[in-house]
């Protein structure tokens, strides 16, 4: 484990808003029918969060459950506990038709905060960060510029990117752009 | 009367009064053609020139004559100037649209040796018979030769407006694009957007106003009239604050509605720092709105008199003289004749008046003339004439006399009046060009004689409900308290256009000076013989006259459309903003039809000219592309890597080392690789796990040979076609449990394949349970290749790699050196190879312990043409290089690949039609040149004869070729007509070199046929 790095080893910049390789992070992805009960049951007892509603997250002890597509979560969680996720996952799931696998090291993970985060965002992604539009708990599959990203928004203020691992140097660069201290929007 | 000005001498110039923009209190230093000239902060550059009696701005396109400022706006066709230097240069920026900064430089475009004297002004003498309207059509035809040596070089160096930027500099500045979704958004902070504003925002929608200047307000300010009891700029600043003091409303200055898009897009452009380039940040950001409704509050543009000589400088639209005055206390002249069709601009002249200029005349084409206003005009002793017109303005620099006629008459001078500005004033047209941009249709308006918009023929959205909604003069009426109304009433209907209670529309209040109807004026005078129409301009910058138009009527072009093309009309940097009504209505009067029936052109975005920086926005620099980038890429990069793009990834080509060239660390390489040990770097290979009760019967319908009795720890190669039968990826699938299988696929292909099994089990075969996950980026996958690469990770210990342990397409999941690992025993080199994948974020140290316990067993990376001259030694094929799309499995001699055990794959019906199944397709041979020497790529073979075209006929061609530094020579694959069939023979590749190349047609396999290497 002690040769694991993350894609940018937990570089930061601070402009309008803070951005931060968040460092390894597990991630799952489930594949499923997530109107069973059988599943959602699986979902909680492993994360102890419950099955999120169409582009939201649920939270609950450090790990977050994100709703990817009608058959699709992805599970965030500390690095270190996805084989043993993965594993209890997939035994409790023993039977149903459902595919568990860890894609921790297929991603980046970035964290953008403070009140200019907002705006850093929406010159990347084609989505209404208003305040009243894209609250806690909300979540977006889309795109980040030119590649695939999707974030959610943290109770604490908060915006998780996820983008792949390979391109993790290029949405760094584009956040870190976008938050230029001099590029101040002033909408939100 | 001189004494009011403040440089008598000069006849442009500043006033001691108004200009309620400037800022007297400081001068601002600017160049314009290297010479230093003073203005004010709030000044346009156009101000600014007029300011220090630069009347002359630059020369028209095709005849190179002198040209004046004409408008105060975007519209303005003129003056149009080379800004800034080197990294900031920019060619083609209206002097009326820029904002003076200080250390401001410009430079005129478009003429040689200088601007004040022109050698292009002797086109307009000698070639203006000959520049006429459809000159290119007509020259094309002409014999070839006349085309290329004489008119061609004449052209292309008069031809061109400002000239591009210098193509080894970058632009020094930045760009954005920010996202934005509203309720409503109204285009236009003029009185009229900011009351749809406020009846719109009243609702509590969530409202956008943009404005495309600095100052909001629009015309009203200069133009007068009272809104609720005060003067227009009081109720600007009073609705403003009220505006800015809602939450649900964004007020944007200096940003421009460019185009209206299908379902409420619209793209907003906000120059941020051209006024002030000192200030840091993005210069231009362009803001990708969604809205619900939108709201043209757009104004309208005032129409040009086509008179004689109504390009000379110091000729220009009475409504812009005003706004010199008002605005930036300027006046074009001291001394000035107004001609009109209309009250409006009547005006001009009392404002000019009073600001101490004096009016020679007003020459009203009314018969009848002027109603309130030109009674106003009289007493203030001002000479007005009725039924009167400009037969001419004398030719030059500047206006120097009027010659005056008779509006119903031919041209015939009854008077000459010694003037230096002409203000002119051909009626008002609405600015329609955001209305009609999706498709919104206009209405032909009698009484102001000008096209509309027509609210019963709005754009519609998703919902066949209209989502622009037009305001103010945008709307048609021209009348202050009509303007409001119509405000308020857009705003209202937006509002609940959008989803909000209906508002009830409750417009401020205006009192104007009532106006008399204008009448139509077309041609000035109205029988204005061909002397006088052809020196009448329509279209500025594109040199377009009147007499240019009636030509093209009278040779047939009857569609607005292609009179366009034909004259050029309205085809500028300006899109005819000013020419186009002017335009048609002669079209139609020359085709003996009314100007409805002749119609408009389309109106196409942007409104007006937006920066390319900005469309591309941040893209530029480190972020222009993304690259994909494997988890050892930096080492790669300090360690030699030559890169090779492959899709958005970056991989090594080769590892140069020092004072080797390309070529040399290749030879280097594949020798290692084959003697000793080489390490390829294989993340970027598609990794797809498929899963579920249906895998196996999925993937059997994927693959061209048979998956679903795949062994768990067995690896196999596989196929997969298209519909149609061609080859369109290939990979090793390997079984992971009963229901799970890692299929990998080419580095092009990951996302590809991964789509294309995504596509047909959500479109076919919904009913299989199968699901498919792409973990390419999961893994840093290297590739350990070579004599040595089961002793390598022996040392680094851990899962038994034997030979019986780990037979040869088999896999097992094990600890390597501590690293959590899956080793494929998989080969595309022919060596004793293995595939280790790891965690991505463990790839670093992984490749690390390998370099290092390698050490001692000549271990070295290999870049991506290692690998292929490593496969193509043995034959194997590479997607990209052996198939192109039109290539099928038997082609290439994989029929072993095919099932016949299966009732269907994808391509298995292709490859029953009766070209699939043609003896004569090219198929796959080796090539051995005669001499030894390396064929060229893609070179074609020749055979007997020749085709219909008499070009040589061809019977194959190269698909891949190097040199080999193993065998010592070039080999290379083709695709050869019946080629299995013909080995031995010599075949003839000609190539661009003008060598023709003689390979002998061989076994693709030029390097240990029997597999003995590999299998180890």
Redo the contacts between chains.
């Keep these: 484990m002690s ?4 894609v940018l080893n937990g570089a930061s910049f601070t402009g309008l808003a803070e951005v931060k390789d968040a460092g ?1 992070v597990g991630m799952i ?1 489930l ?2 029918d997530l109107a069973s009960k059988s599943l959602a049951k699986a979902v909680k007892e492993c994360t102890g969060c419950a099955i999120p509603g169409i582009r939201k997250v649920t939270q609950a002890d450090g790990t977050t459950v994100v709703w990817m597509s009608p ?1 699709e979560l992805l599970i965030v969680t500390a690095y270190q506990d996805v084989d043993a996720k993965v594993d209890a996952l997939s035994t409790a799931l023993t039977g149903a ?3 568990v ?7 980046a993970m970035f964290t953008v905060s403070g009140s200019g985060a907002r ?1 850093v965002l ?9 305040a009243d ?1 894209f609250v806690p708990g909300g979540f977006r599959r889309t795109r980040l ?3 695939a990203g999707a974030f959610w928004l943290d109770t604490d203020a908060c915006f998780n990117i996820v983008c ?7 949405v760094f ?2 956040l870190t ?2 938050a ?1 201290a ?4 002033g ?1 939100y | 009367m001189l004494s009011v000005c403040e440089r008598s001498a000069d006849m442009s110039t500043r006033l001691a009064k108004q200009g309620r923009l400037i800022d007297r209190t400081k001068q601002i230093v600017f160049t314009f053609n290297g010479r230093s000239m003073l203005g004010y902060p709030g000044d346009t550059l156009a101000s600014a020139l007029l300011a220090n009696d630069q009347m002359l701005v630059g020369r028209s396109f095709k005849y190179h004559r002198p040209r004046g400022l004409v408008a105060s706006g975007s519209e303005e066709p003129n003056a149009l100037v080379g800004l800034g230097a080197g990294e900031r240069f920019e060619p083609n920026q209206r002097a009326t649209t820029t904002e003076l900064f200080e250390g401001l430089a410009a430079q005129s475009q478009n003429h040689w040796p200088s601007l004040e004297f022109d050698v292009g002004i002797l086109n307009s003498k000698l070639f203006s018979r000959v520049l006429t309207a459809g000159f290119y059509y007509k020259m094309f035809i002409h014999p070839k030769p006349f085309w290329k040596h004489v008119y061609e070089p004449f052209i292309r160096q008069s031809a061109g407006l400002g000239k591009a930027p210098d193509k080894e500099l970058k632009d020094a500045d ?1 760009y ?6 509203a309720d409503v958004v109204i285009v236009g902070g003029g009185v009229a957007g900011l009351q749809a504003a406020k009846t719109a925002a009243a609702s509590g929608a ?1 409202v956008l106003l943009m404005e495309q200047n600095a100052h909001w307000g629009g015309r009203a300010p200069v133009d007068g009239g009272t809104i609720d009891g005060m003067e227009a700029e009081a109720w600007v600043t009073k609705t403003l604050d009220e505006l800015r003091a809602m939450e649900n409303v ?1 007020l944007r200055d200096r940003m421009m509605g460019a185009g209206v898009y299908d379902h409420g897009y619209l793209l907003g452009y906000e120059r941020l720092t051209d006024h002030d380039p000192s ?4 210069r231009h ?1 362009l803001w ?1 709105i ?1 809205t619900k409704q939108i709201i043209t509050a757009c104004g309208a543009i005032e129409r040009p008199l086509s008179f004689a000589g109504n390009d000379v400088p110091g000729v220009m639209l009475a409504s812009a003289m005003r706004d010199y005055v008002v605005n930036w206390g300027v006046t074009p002249g001291k001394r000035v004749v107004v001609a009109t069709n209309n009250d409006d601009a009547y005006r001009t002249a009392l404002i000019l008046q009073k600001a101490g200029v004096e009016i020679a005349c007003i020459l009203d084409a009314r018969r009848l003339g002027g109603g309130a206003l030109a009674a106003e005009a009289r007493a203030a002793g001002i000479r007005v004439e009725d039924g009167r017109a400009i037969a001419k303005v004398a030719d030059g620099k500047r206006v120097t006399k009027v010659a005056i006629c008779l509006q119903d008459g031919d041209g015939q001078s009854i008077e000459e009046i010694a003037a230096d500005a002409v203000a002119m004033s051909g009626g008002w047209s609405p600015v329609v060009h955001l209305w009609s941009h999706c498709g919104g249709k206009l209405t032909w308006d009698d009484t102001q004689a000008h096209f509309r918009p027509d609210p019963t023929r709005a754009p519609i959205s998703h919902d066949g409900k209209a989502f622009v909604v037009t305001a103010g003069t945008s709307s048609g009426p021209l009348e202050l308290s009509a303007v409001l109304t119509d405000a308020a009433q857009a705003g209202a209907t937006a509002a609940q256009g959008a989803g909000f209670p209906a508002q009830t529309a409750d417009p401020a209040s205006a009192e104007t000076m009532p106006e008399t109807p204008m009448e139509p004026v077309w041609l000035m005078p109205a029988n204005a013989d061909i002397q006088h129409r052809m020196k009448s301009w329509l279209d500025y910058q594109n040199d377009v006259k009147v007499s240019d138009v009636q030509l093209a009527a009278r040779e047939g072009f009857e569609s607005v459309e292609h009179t366009k093309r034909y004259t050029t009309l309205g085809m500028a940097t300006d899109q005819g903003k000013l020419s186009n009504i002017n335009g048609l209505a002669i079209l139609a009067d020359t085709l003996g039809s009314e100007i409805p029936q002749v119609g408009t052109t389309t109106f196409r975005p942007p409104y007006h000219p937006i920066s390319m920086g900005a469309i591309g ?3 530029r620099g ?2 222009f ?7 050892m890429y930096d080492w790669h990069d300090t360690n030699g890597a030559d890169w090779e793009p492959v899709g ?2 970056r991989r090594p080509f080769t590892f140069l080392r020092d004072g080797e060239t390309v070529q040399e660390a290749v030879n280097r390489e594949v020798k290692n690789t084959r003697e000793n040990l080489g390490l390829l770097d294989a993340s970027t290979l598609g990794k797809l ?1 498929v ?3 249906d895998a196996g019967k999925f993937l059997d319908m994927m693959y061209t040979n048979m998956m679903s009795n795949l062994k768990i720890g067995k690896c196999r190669y596989g196929l997969m076609c298209s519909e149609n039968g061609f080859l369109m990826d290939d990979g090793v699938v390997a079984r992971v449990d009963d229901d799970t299988w890692l299929c990998h696929t080419t580095t092009g292909g990951a996302d590809r394949i991964h789509a294309h099994m995504e596509e047909w089990l959500q479109t076919e075969w919904w009913d299989m ?1 199968v ?1 498919v ?1 792409n ?5 840093a996958q290297i590739a350990v290749v070579g004599p040595n690469a089961r002793k390598v990770l022996e040392k680094l210990g851990g899962m038994d790699v034997s030979k019986e342990a780990l037979p040869f397409m088999e896999w097992r999941d094990g600890d390597i050196g ?2 959590k690992a899956r080793a494929y025993r998989i080969s595309f080199s022919g060596e004793l190879s293995y595939e280790i994948a790891v ?4 790839g ?3 490749w690390d312990a390998l370099m290092e316990a390698g050490k001692e067993f000549g271990v070295m990376p290999y870049g991506t043409e290692g690998l292929h001259i490593l496969r193509a030694e043995k034959g194997f094929i590479m997607i990209g290089d052996e198939t192109d799309g039109t290539v099928i499995p038997q082609d290439l001699g994989l029929n072993w690949a095919l099932s016949k055990k299966k009732d269907d794959y994808l391509g298995k019906r292709a490859h029953l039609r009766s070209h699939m199944a043609d003896p004569d397709r090219w198929k796959l041979v080796g090539l051995e040149t005669v001499d030894g020497s390396v064929l060229p790529d893609g070179a074609y073979a020749v055979g007997n004869g020749v085709n219909g075209n008499g070009q040589k006929n061809t019977i194959g061609r190269v698909t891949s070729t190097y040199f080999s530094s193993n065998l010592n020579r070039g080999i290379a694959m083709g695709l050869v007509k019946q080629g299995p069939k013909r080995m031995g023979e010599v075949i003839s590749f000609p190539g661009t070199d003008g060598k023709i190349y003689e390979a002998k047609i061989v076994d693709p396999v030029f390097y240990d046929k029997d597999g003995e290497k590999q299998n180890v």
């Design positions: 040769n694991a790095v993350s390894l992805t594949r499923g058959d038709h459902a595919l696998v860890n894609v921790s090291d297929a991603r705006e929406a010159k990347v992604a084609p989505v209404d960060f208003a539009q510029a030119q590649v792949f691992r390979s391109v993790g140097q290029y660069d584009l752009t976008s230029d001099n590029a101040e929007v909408v | 930045t954005e694009h920010f996202y934005f979704f969530k964004t200030k840091g940040g993005p950001r990708r969604r926005g941040e893209a480190d972020v592309q993304p690259l994909r980038k494997t988890p958005h990834w796990v899963k579920g009760p349970q699901y996950a973990v390419t980026e999961q893994f501590g690293f965690a991505a974020s463990e670093q140290a992984f």
